[in-house]
Structures are given as structure tokens and as C-alpha cells.
């Protein structure tokens, strides 16, 4: 068992080390000359050769790539990401400052999906072909395909235009005023969490579907246990698992999907600071960001991992 | 984006010899078609949706009442009448046509990412799959690597780095479709090394490559096919998502992505016709390639029948 | 909408001199800077006091205020941005400035509450103000002015500053003590003309000393000391910079807030709009034009349309062969229909049509003769003939193919662009393609020249023509982009630049005008203009006749009456 979790921890070291590797390429070869976008035209053209050398070498940006590479390692692994490009501002500030804008976002939305999710899914599949089941399968068919963003831009057209409501202008920690802080991330919680929602009602149908034809699920109604206990005491746990790992794959999408619904709502998150930095070539800013979010998206499936390993008997009695 | 469960094989039952010789080859296309509309009467219903969404997109010359790009100044960011059925854009081009077009960027973008990000990686994982040891655990790794990106983010920093352009977008989206080609198919693959057929080729001496081409490669058709379906729908929602975040196909090709985006760039109200319209083609797109690759699922793969 | 003010005047500025120095409480005011008004050749200022133009201001409140705020760097004497201007510009002091009472028509004292100008017009003394400090405690003297503009006119490594060439005339700055300063030029310049560039918005005068501390680069830090009304709290990137009052303020009585909270908003976009109308600004400023018609509907707010000094133009890449012929560019510039352009973008931006002038300034041709004018005529055909005829003289009767037209990523440019595409290529037969990329790759590529068209925004710092003559359509001027060059226009600009008499000077800048119409330096495509909504409950302020949003932004008598 421990020796199963450390093996996937080992693995997860590695897929991240590969994951830096192609941020790094990635954002070595970016078009536009940084000094440019930095000192604008004017500024640009009045810069002697030997200044262009200077600030270059002043962002770190002249030593050989194996160096900078380094560094930046060195860099991840003490938390001092260096600093943006523009305005000097240092990018672990930024997301200490930011991301629990975004990770309260993930995280709700995460909650919302199974709360609506499973109940959609569990009816589907103890009721199926009735009304409720076809109903709960068009919904989540149709939210499959919704793009969030544009879910997302509609929501804050009709809030705006319906109810002359704004959200908050600036990022309130939950701590300090929970209703404001609620008030900005209710919305994009919501809009990622339908989209998973869809995913997990899915799997939760065909999988409680697939557990419910079981021999020991048979066996139980045939002992004459209740139904509704045969459900949650026998069924439903052994569904859940693949649910489970599901939302450790979704995560893709809420990381990924974050960013432009963080937009169409204006929410003062990593996916906006992300934007930016795109927009402005923010080297540093982006590499750390691209980097960021690939780690949460692995960090969080090898719990999810470690948690089925937990929860499987086949793993469990390795 | 999509769910990622691996698609176990499909039993070779249908791939037995002799089974359908008597019949014409025609005839068995149209059994087919006729099996699938009475076995799943919705996905039918959606695949003739999404073929006529293709058909859209293919005659948008023959379809489109104005041209998409051309500038009518006289009816500026006009609503919906009985000239522009879907109203006109800040500079009065037909967001009609605009949205027609638009199915034809966005398609041909989604089909070529899938095209070549699926088949790479489908490919990718038949070999891995197939060869195995040291070839199969180092893909395996790169396959892990490209799949720890969330899909957008990764299409965003590579269409960053390679410029804009259609064929990066195409690029960009391809990429995130490889690892989901690579393992579905391995699987598929390693499920099949070890059946008789493969083993009695290997037997009578046919080299690797000739296995893979003749044996392997036929079985791994519908994992594909599936796989691609579903993965088209991905594709032109990261490709609208690009166009929003303004890092997908530079303007003024009209893509959904971009429709969507330039419409929130008309002041403080954007007008709702030009914000509703892309977004619900993009919306009935998806649907129809995400429920025709279910029925195509349902038929090619019976096991699963019924389970998503 | 609240009637304080008088409606902005359409075309004439100077018309309004009178009721607005009348509105100004003591009437330091001294008329200045935009056409004939001769100056004073000395000012004494010695007891001027600022104050709110309302009878009984009240002290205290935080304004919240919307603007763009994400520059690329802190350096006000380094910036061409409102980015920077609209925030920071209340953390500093000018040596004069432009009166915040009379929409900046008029030059007041500031840091220096007199000066004298010799006879010649050669050496311009001030005389400082004594007992001013800057926020970190330390005293206001004169090496700080020195220091500043040496900055700005003798630029040191890796600095550059859009104002340098105002100064070009400058030859040497004395400290005559420790609270006199003197400027003396190698020629004399309009005293209008100079006296705008000292009270320019930008020139902020900063302490020598955190000069000198930080190796003379201020790009990256964002709260350098200053004299000015506000100080900087706590700066959040991209959200929100909060300032409070400068309680030691010279100025006795003001600020009268206790402090401002700076959103950073991106200009015209609904976000700006939104938080207005909802109520979670007291002020906006580069609102949408739809957003301030419904903020001039809504009772209880009000709102401005003013000038900006901005033209927003194409660049014709002058050394493409084909576009090196003026009759290909005047062809263009005829075929642009200027009202179409200005409509197009008018629920993104709100623009002006014009020429290569000012069009609301004195120099300008007047509006109806401009009218006159091809290619500025309601009715085409005129302008569409002699445009027809000089491509087909040029030798291009057939159009031209494959024209690389870059553009960067915003919403007028993008409109604008196809626009101009469909305009070009329906009557000329100039078949464009559309380029669109990021900011940072366009600079890039503007920079190399690998453009035939693009469309971009140019800023002077004065309405006067010396400025923008020099900087956008000058022999390699900082601005001129097109890489344009045209000897006539060239013998034209020092004439200009030294000529005292105001007739005269606008005669030859008439002249200079007739060959730019010829011969394009670049094509107009509108002139920018600003739009401010806020709830009426702010007073203290009169952005009706601005020229620019980076001269008046001190909010020192900004107060609320809530």
C-alpha cells in the first residue's frame, strides 16, 4: 500500500519534471522581443546595444538555457518565482494574493457538481427510461456542450441588465467579507460546476448501472434487504469510486475552463492573471502560471489515486 | 475535457471472417445505417445534424445570403430582421453569414486537430502498445507529460509560442488530442498481441510493421472512430475558447471563437444577437458530434451500450 | 446633468476664457497656450491660493475612481500613458500647471508661484515655493527642479521621454538659490508655447536624491516619493491602487478628500461602465460613449464629451514602393469616408473627424471649410474621381494586390481595419490582408517596418503644431512611423517652431497642411475623444473643456457632497 503511494508519488515527481521541461521550451520560443514590450517602440529604439545586453541579463534572460532552466528550478523549489516583467511585481505574491480567488472557485465548483451531479445520476439509473431519467440525460447532454465561457457572459448580461447587479470590484478574501467574496465567485463556481455535473451525473448513471447488475447486489435483494439500503449500503460505494477518479480528471476542466469563465465574469483570479500576462508576454508570469496550474491538475489526481487506492480492496490488501 | 475512461476492445465477433460475404458491400453499409437508426433513433437523428452542419459548412458559399467579410455601412449593429435573420455586426457584415461561415473555420479546424492530433496519437499507442518495453514505457511517460496540461491551457501556450495562425491553432489543439489517441488505442493493442491470429502471423515470420498495418491496425478502427467523434466537440469548444481568449485564428476569419469574442467588444450592452447566436452554434455542433459518437459507441462497442 | 458648467464649446476654445476664468475662484487664471493670447512676460503669484470653485467645500470621503491603471512601468517622465498619468499624477507636483477650475485653459502657479521671462524670451526664472516637502520628509529646493528636467531634456542610458523634444531649445538650467531656478534657451520659442510645455502633466517634479538612489530608473518603483495632494497606501496589481491625503499638503485646505481609490478598469469596455452605473465608482473616466448616454440620462449623474490628444491613423509604410508615391497615398486618404469610420467604432470609442491638425484647435482649418474639402466631403464622388485619377496617373489603374495590413488587438482597430478594407478595396481596388497579432509582436514588427499598413494611436503632449510637427511628421521624428519625408513640409517646421507673430505662424502652418494633404505623412483615420460619467455628489472638477487626460489630475479639489 505505502509502497503503491510512494511509486505514484515518484511518478507524479517525474511527470512534473517532463511538464517544466515543455513550459520552459515552450516559453523560450515565444515570439516578440521582450525588451520591446517592455520599453515600448520609442523606448526600444533609443536602447544601445550594450543596454539591450544589460536588462536582458537584468531579467535573467542572456545565460545559456541550461542555466536558466536551472535556476527556475531552483527558483520552484525555494517559492520565489522571480518577477513579473512589467511593474516588478513578484509573481509568488501574485498568486498567494490571487489563487485562493481561483482554488475557492475549483473547489466550489467541484461541490456543486457532485450535489448535483449524483442525485441526477442516481435517479437515472434506479429509474431508467422513465421521465426523470430522460430529463436528467438531456440535461446533462446539453451542459456537456454548453461552452462555460458563453454560459458564463449570458449569466452576467442577464444579472447586469435584468437586476443592475455588479459583482465586487476588487478580490475580497473570504475571511474578510464572506458575502462580497461569495457574491464573485458564486457565479463562475456554478458555471464550471454544471459543466462537470453533466460528466459526473454520466458516470454516476452508468456506473451504479453496471454495479446494480452485479452478483452481490443480487444477492442482497434476493437476502430481501431493502432497496434503499441495497443502494447505499451496497451499490453506491462501490459506483462511487469511478466517480471519484472521474473528478480528479475533470479537474482539467476546471483548471482549464477557469480561465476565460474568470474572464467573462471578471473575476480578479490566476485565469485573469493568466490573460494578462499573455496579452503583455509576460514570460515570467506565464511560465509560473502554466506551470502552477499543471501541478494542481497532477498533484490533485494522484490524491485522487492515493484515495482509490484507499478506498479499493484489490489495492488496498496489496 | 472529455470523459477518459479507456474503451476496452471490441470483441472480435464482428470481425469474423466469411460472416458477411454474401452480401454486396453496399448492402451491407445500408444494413448498417438501417441497424443503427432502429438501435439508437436520437444518436440518427444527431448524426443527420451534424452531416448537415458539415454540408453547412462545406456550401457556406451556396448557403450564406451575404458575404461574411463584407462591410454594409449602411446597417450597422442592426437586430435581427427580415434583411439579416440574425442581425448585423458594428460594421454591418451578416452575422447570419458570419455564424455560417464560421461553422467552416471552426470545422475545419476541429477536424484537422483531430485528424492529427487522434490519428497521431492512436498510431503513437498502437505501437507502444504493440512493441512494448522500453518504446512503450518512455511513451507512456510522454504521453503522462502532455496529458498533466489542463487541454486549454496547454493549446494556449503552444498557439502563444508558435504565433497565431490557423495552423497553429490546428497544432496547438492537435497536441492535447495525443494522449487520449495513445491510450485508448495502446490498449486496444495490448489486448490483441497476445490473440491467436497475431501470434500465428508472427509465427509464419511477418514482420512488425506488417502485423501492426494488417492485424492490429483494422481492430483498433472503432476505438478510433469513437475517440474522434467525441473529441471533435472538444476541439471546437478549445477553439472557441482561444478565439475568446484572443490567442486562437487572427481575425477577420470569422470563427465561432472569434464572433464571440468581438461581440463582447461593442460597448456597454452588447447587442444579444451577437453574442447568442455563436455560442448556440457552437453549442448545437457539440451536441450533435457528442451524441452521433454515443450511438456510434453504442453500435460499434455493445458492450457499453447504454452506459454513458 | 448639471448646469455649473457651460457646455463645451464644439470647435473654439478660447471663446470659453472668459466665463470659465470667472468661474475660478480668484482668477489667477492666465490665459494661455492655444492660440494668439500673449502671455505676461512675468507672473506674480506669490499669494495665490487654490481652492474649490464651489462656496463651502466639504473636507473628507474616498473617492472611488475607475481608470486604467496596469502601465508597463512607473515612470511618469518615461510614459505616454493614462496608465500611468491617471493615477500617479496626484502623488506630484508640477513647477506651473494647467488650472483644474477652467479645464486647464489657463496656467496658475504651482511649485513655482512666480516667474519672470526676459525681455528676449531666452531665459524663463521661477521662483519656488519655500517650505514644501515630499512625502518622506525631506525639503522641496531647486537642484530637485534641476534634477528633473535635466533628466528630461539631457536624457542619461536606457531613458527616453516623449517630452524631450519640447526642450530642444534648452541650453543650460541654473540654480540661482536654494528656491530660484533658471532656464535658458539657445532661441527663443513662443512664450505659449514653452510655458505649455512646463505645465505639462508629465514633468512632475521628483526629489534628486531617490534619483540618484536609484541609479536615475524609476520604471519599477511605484510609489517614489513626491510633494503632491495624495500619497500611495497599498498598490494590488491590476485591481486597485488607494491613496490617502497628504496631510502637510502646501496648499492650505487642500485636498479636501482623505483619500482615492484608483480601480483599474480598461477604458471603453462595459466593465467600466458597469461599475459606474451599479454604483461601485463615484467616477469613471474613458467610458464608452453608450455608457455615458445612459449616464447623462440618469438622473443624479452627469457626464463629458471632450478632446484628447490622440489621432488615431494608418501608417502607410512609405518605403513599399508603390505606397512611396503620394498620389497612390493621397488616393487612399481621399477614399476613407471619415463619418462612416467615426461611426463605426461609436459604441466602442468616441472619435472626431479631421485632418492632420487638431481639428477643435485654433490652427486648425475650420470645420465647415474642412468640410469643403475632398475627402472630407459628405458627398464622395468628387474625392472618389481625383482618387480614381491619381492611382491610375501612378500607374496603378487596377488596384493594388496583396497589401499586408497588421493590426493589433482591440476593438476599434479591429473594426476600424475592416472598414478601411472594405473602403479600399471597393473604390481603389486595394486588395488588403488583415493581420492581427498581439501588442508585444505588433511593436516588434512596426518597429522593423514589416508592415505596408497598420492603424495605431499617436499622443502629443501639446495642442500646439511645433510639438506634433516635430514628433509625428518631422525628419526622423520619434513618431514618424511611416518613415515619412517631405522637404517643403521639412523647410516649413523651424520657420514654425521660431516664429513669435500668431497670424504668420498659422499661416505657414496652413501651408505645411496644404502639402500634407498632397503628400500624406499618414492617413487620419479620427481624432480621439474622452467621455467621464460620475454621480453628482462629486464636485470640485470641470473636465468639459480638457485637452487630454494627462495635464489636470491632481484631484486636489476634487470633494464630495454626501
Redesign the interface.
Known amino acids: 500500500m505505502y509502497e503503491y503511494i510512494l511509486r505514484r508519488l515518484g511518478f507524479g515527481l517525474m511527470t512534473m519534471l517532463g511538464v517544466s521541461i515543455i513550459v520552459f521550451v515552450l516559453m523560450r520560443v515565444l515570439p516578440g522581443d521582450p525588451l520591446v514590450a517592455i520599453f515600448g517602440m520609442e523606448g526600444f529604439t533609443k536602447l544601445t546595444a550594450e543596454d539591450r545586453a544589460h536588462y536582458m541579463a537584468e531579467l535573467g534572460l542572456s545565460d545559456p538555457l541550461v542555466v536558466q532552466y536551472l535556476k527556475w528550478m531552483g527558483d520552484v523549489v525555494t517559492g520565489e518565482l522571480g518577477r513579473s516583467f512589467f511593474r516588478d511585481e513578484s509573481v509568488a505574491d501574485m498568486i498567494v494574493r490571487r489563487g485562493p480567488l481561483s482554488v475557492e472557485i475549483g473547489v466550489l465548483s467541484v461541490v456543486i457538481s457532485w450535489l448535483l451531479g449524483l442525485p441526477v445520476g442516481i435517479i437515472s439509473a434506479l429509474r431508467p427510461n422513465t421521465v426523470a431519467d430522460t430529463g436528467a440525460r438531456i440535461m446533462s447532454i446539453l451542459f456537456l456542450a454548453v461552452p462555460g465561457f458563453w454560459l458564463g457572459i449570458l449569466i452576467v448580461l442577464a444579472l447586469l441588465f435584468q437586476f443592475g447587479y455588479k459583482a465586487p470590484l476588487t478580490g475580497v478574501p473570504l475571511w474578510v467579507d464572506p458575502w462580497a467574496n461569495l457574491q464573485i465567485v458564486i457565479g463562475p463556481a456554478l458555471v464550471l460546476g454544471v459543466g462537470q455535473a453533466a460528466y459526473i451525473a454520466r458516470m454516476a448513471r452508468s456506473s451504479l448501472l453496471e454495479v446494480i447488475r452485479e452478483d452481490y447486489v443480487r444477492t442482497a435483494r434476493a437476502k430481501g434487504v431493502i432497496e434503499r439500503l441495497v443502494v447505499n449500503r451496497h451499490a453506491l460505494p462501490n459506483a462511487l469510486l469511478p466517480v471519484i477518479t472521474l473528478s480528479g480528471v475533470l479537474m482539467g476542466i476546471v483548471l482549464g475552463g477557469s480561465i476565460p469563465i474568470e474572464q467573462a465574469f471578471g473575476v480578479p483570479g490566476l485565469g485573469r492573471a493568466m490573460i494578462t500576462a499573455v496579452i503583455e508576454r509576460d514570460v515570467m508570469v506565464m511560465q509560473n502560471l502554466v506551470f502552477l496550474y499543471s501541478f494542481v491538475f497532477v498533484l490533485v489526481n494522484v490524491l485522487v489515486d492515493v484515495t482509490y487506492a484507499w478506498f479499493d480492496p484489490r489495492i488496498h490488501y496489496q | 475535457m472529455t470523459d477518459m475512461q479507456a474503451y476496452s476492445p471490441s470483441p472480435p465477433a464482428s470481425s469474423v471472417p466469411d460472416d458477411n460475404t454474401v452480401l454486396s458491400r453496399q448492402a451491407r453499409v445500408w444494413r448498417g445505417l438501417r441497424n443503427f437508426v432502429r438501435r439508437n433513433p436520437l444518436s440518427a437523428f444527431w448524426g443527420v445534424v451534424a452531416t448537415a452542419i458539415l454540408i453547412m459548412a462545406i456550401v457556406a458559399p451556396l448557403i450564406a445570403p451575404h458575404d461574411p467579410l463584407k462591410a454594409n455601412f449602411r446597417r450597422m449593429s442592426k437586430p435581427p430582421d427580415a434583411q439579416n435573420y440574425f442581425g448585423t455586426d458594428q460594421i454591418g457584415r451578416d452575422n447570419l453569414s458570419r455564424v455560417i461561415y464560421g461553422s467552416r473555420s471552426s470545422l475545419v479546424v476541429a477536424i484537422a486537430a483531430v485528424l492529427l492530433g487522434t490519428t497521431t496519437g492512436s498510431l503513437w499507442g498502437l505501437a507502444s502498445g504493440y512493441i512494448g518495453g522500453r518504446f512503450d514505457i518512455f511513451s507512456q511517460r510522454v504521453i503522462e507529460v502532455l496529458q498533466s496540461f489542463p487541454d486549454l491551457i496547454l493549446a494556449m501556450a503552444i498557439s502563444m509560442a508558435l504565433g497565431t495562425g490557423t495552423w497553429t491553432v490546428i497544432v496547438a489543439i492537435a497536441i492535447t488530442r495525443i494522449p487520449f489517441g495513445g491510450r485508448v488505442v495502446r490498449a486496444v493493442a495490448l489486448s490483441l498481441k497476445e490473440i491467436a491470429y497475431v501470434e500465428a502471423a508472427r509465427g509464419i515470420g511477418a514482420s512488425t510493421l506488417r502485423i501492426m498495418a494488417l492485424h492490429i491496425l483494422p481492430q483498433c478502427v472503432a476505438s478510433y472512430l469513437i475517440l474522434a467523434t467525441t473529441h471533435l466537440g472538444v476541439a471546437i469548444v478549445i477553439e472557441s475558447a482561444l478565439g475568446f481568449l484572443g490567442v486562437g485564428i487572427p481575425p477577420p476569419t470569422p470563427t465561432w471563437g472569434n464572433l464571440l469574442a468581438d461581440s463582447l467588444n461593442s460597448g456597454l450592452i452588447p447587442p444579444w444577437w451577437l453574442v447568442f447566436f455563436p455560442g448556440l452554434a457552437i453549442t448545437i455542433t457539440v451536441l450533435a458530434f457528442n451524441l452521433f459518437g454515443d450511438g456510434i459507441r453504442d453500435t460499434l462497442d455493445p458492450r457499453l451500450r447504454g452506459t454513458r | 446633468m448639471s448646469n455649473r458648467y457651460p457646455p463645451p464649446a464644439p470647435w473654439t476654445r478660447r471663446g470659453l476664457l472668459g466665463t470659465s476664468a470667472a468661474a475660478a475662484a480668484g482668477a489667477y487664471g492666465l490665459s494661455l497656450g492655444l492660440g494668439e493670447a500673449q502671455t505676461p512676460g512675468s507672473f506674480d503669484g506669490s499669494a495665490f491660493k487654490l481652492q474649490a470653485p464651489e462656496p463651502n467645500p466639504k473636507r473628507g470621503g474616498v473617492l472611488r475612481y475607475?481608470v486604467l491603471n496596469?502601465?508597463?512601468?512607473?515612470d511618469v517622465h518615461?510614459s505616454?500613458t493614462v496608465s500611468n498619468m491617471g493615477t500617479q499624477g496626484c502623488m506630484y507636483d508640477n513647477l506651473i500647471r494647467r488650472n483644474p477650475l477652467d479645464s486647464g485653459q489657463t496656467i496658475i502657479p504651482d511649485l513655482a508661484h512666480s516667474w519672470e521671462i526676459s525681455p528676449d524670451g531666452k531665459t524663463y526664472t521661477f521662483f519656488l515655493r519655500k517650505g514644501v516637502t515630499f512625502h518622506d520628509g525631506a525639503d522641496f529646493t531647486a537642484e530637485d527642479v534641476k534634477a528633473t528636467y535635466q533628466r528630461i531634456i539631457q536624457?542619461p542610458?536606457?531613458?527616453?521621454s516623449?517630452r524631450t523634444p519640447l526642450f530642444a531649445t534648452m541650453s543650460e538650467i541654473n540654480v540661482r538659490d536654494s528656491h530660484t531656478i533658471e532656464f535658458k534657451l539657445s532661441e527663443p520659442r513662443p512664450q505659449s508655447f514653452m510655458l505649455g510645455a512646463f505645465a505639462s502633466g508629465w514633468n512632475i517634479i521628483v526629489r534628486k536624491k531617490t534619483l540618484e538612489d536609484n541609479n536615475y530608473s524609476l520604471?519599477?518603483?511605484?510609489d517614489y516619493p513626491g510633494t503632491g495632494p495624495f500619497r500611495s497606501v497599498n498598490r494590488?496589481?491590476?485591481?486597485?491602487w488607494v491613496m490617502e491625503r497628504n496631510p502637510d499638503y502646501w496648499n492650505e485646505g487642500l485636498p479636501y478628500l482623505d483619500g482615492i481609490e484608483f480601480?483599474h478598469?480598461p477604458p471603453?469596455s462595459?466593465?467600466l461602465?458597469?461599475?459606474l452605473?451599479?454604483g461601485?465608482?463615484d467616477y469613471a473616466r474613458l467610458l464608452?460613449?453608450?455608457?455615458l448616454k445612459?449616464v447623462q440620462d440618469t438622473p443624479g449623474m452627469s457626464g463629458a464629451d471632450y478632446y484628447q490628444s490622440v489621432i488615431q491613423a494608418i501608417w502607410v509604410n512609405n518605403e513599399r514602393e508603390a505606397f512611396r508615391d503620394p498620389r497612390v497615398r493621397r488616393a487612399i486618404h481621399l477614399v476613407l469616408?471619415r463619418a462612416?469610420l467615426v461611426?463605426?467604432?461609436r459604441?466602442?470609442a468616441p472619435m472626431l473627424v479631421g485632418g492632420f491638425i487638431y481639428p477643435f484647435s485654433d490652427f486648425a482649418t475650420p470645420p465647415d471649410k474642412l468640410a469643403e474639402r475632398p475627402g472630407y466631403q459628405s458627398d464622395p464622388t468628387a474625392a472618389i474621381r481625383e482618387a480614381r485619377e491619381l492611382m491610375a496617373a501612378a500607374g496603378y489603374a487596377d488596384g493594388i494586390k496583396d497589401v499586408d495590413f497588421m493590426?493589433r488587438?482591440a476593438?476599434a482597430f479591429?473594426?476600424w481595419?475592416?472598414?478601411v478594407?472594405?473602403m479600399l478595396r471597393e473604390i481603389l481596388n486595394i486588395q488588403t490582408n488583415?493581420?492581427?497579432?498581439?501588442?508585444?509582436?505588433w511593436?516588434?514588427e512596426?518597429?522593423a517596418g514589416k508592415f505596408d499598413f497598420t492603424i495605431s494611436a499617436i499622443v502629443s503632449t501639446l495642442i500646439d503644431p511645433s510639438d506634433y510637427f516635430n514628433a509625428w511628421y518631422g525628419k526622423d521624428g520619434?513618431?514618424n512611423?511611416s518613415r515619412w519625408f517631405n522637404s517643403k513640409f521639412q523647410d516649413l517646421v523651424l520657420p514654425i517652431d521660431r516664429e513669435l507673430d500668431d497670424a504668420k505662424r498659422k499661416d505657414l502652418v496652413r501651408q505645411a497642411e496644404a502639402v500634407m494633404e498632397q503628400d500624406p505623412p499618414l492617413i487620419p483615420v479620427a481624432w480621439e475623444k474622452i467621455n467621464d460619467g460620475w454621480y453628482d455628489y462629486v464636485k470640485g472638477h470641470n473636465p468639459y473643456n480638457y485637452f487630454g487626460i494627462y495635464d489636470v489630475v491632481r484631484f486636489d479639489t476634487f470633494w464630495m457632497d454626501k
Not at chain 3, 288 to 291: H, I, K, L, R
Not at chain 3, 434 to 441: E, F, I, N
Open positions: 475607475g496596469a502601465p508597463a512601468h512607473f518615461q505616454g536624457p542610458r536606457g531613458f527616453s516623449p520604471r519599477q518603483i511605484p494590488i496589481d491590476k485591481e486597485v480601480y478598469l471603453f462595459p466593465q461602465g458597469a461599475a452605473l451599479a461601485n465608482l464608452d460613449p453608450v455608457s445612459t469616408d462612416v461611426d463605426v467604432v459604441d466602442v493590426i488587438e476593438a479591429k473594426l481595419s475592416v472598414a478594407q472594405a488583415l493581420r492581427t497579432v498581439q501588442v508585444s509582436v511593436f516588434d512596426a518597429l520619434p513618431q512611423y
